[in-house]
Nanobody, 125 residues
Framework: QVELVESGGGLVQAGGSLRLSCAASGGIISTYAMAWFRQAPGKEREFVAEISRSGISQRYADSVKGRFTISRDGAKNTVYLQMLSLKPEDTAVYYC??????????????????WGQGTQVTVSS
């Protein structure tokens, strides 16, 4: 059983930056493709970014492309989301998730085997 714990959220002004971390325990994170999702108040949870097991491949939602970077550190069993040039519309609870396979498309959320509890990111204007 893999447990994912996010951290690094907080309150930041528009244009600022944050780095989220997702630490895994109970399993080796390198055996999973890892993703970040977010859910804003009153909205459905949406895909943000994903990284393959090797770390070679990444994909991003159009809304964050060029501003967010996903990365992973196998030695620390941790995945990161570096967020730059934050906007008020980035305000949401951010979740990390693990899936066994990095596909050529973003799979349904039901295919992610493990989820973290989320970390709040608030961007003030």
């Amino acid at each position: 059983q893999v447990e994912l714990v996010e951290s690094g959220g907080g309150l930041v002004q528009a244009g600022g930056s944050l780095r989220l971390s997702c630490a895994a325990s109970g399993g080796i994170i390198s055996t999973y493709a890892m993703a970040w999702f977010r859910q804003a108040p009153g909205k459905e949870r949406e895909f943000v970014a994903e990284i393959s097991r090797s770390g070679i491949s990444q994909r991003y939602a159009d809304s964050v492309k060029g501003r967010f970077t996903i990365s992973r550190d196998g030695a620390k069993n941790t995945v990161y989301l570096q967020m730059l040039s934050l906007k008020p519309e980035d305000t949401a609870v951010y979740y990390c998730a693990a899936t066994p396979t990095y596909r050529t498309y973003v799979p349904p959320q039901s295919e992610y085997s493990y989820w973290g509890q989320g970390t709040q990111v608030t961007v003030s204007s």
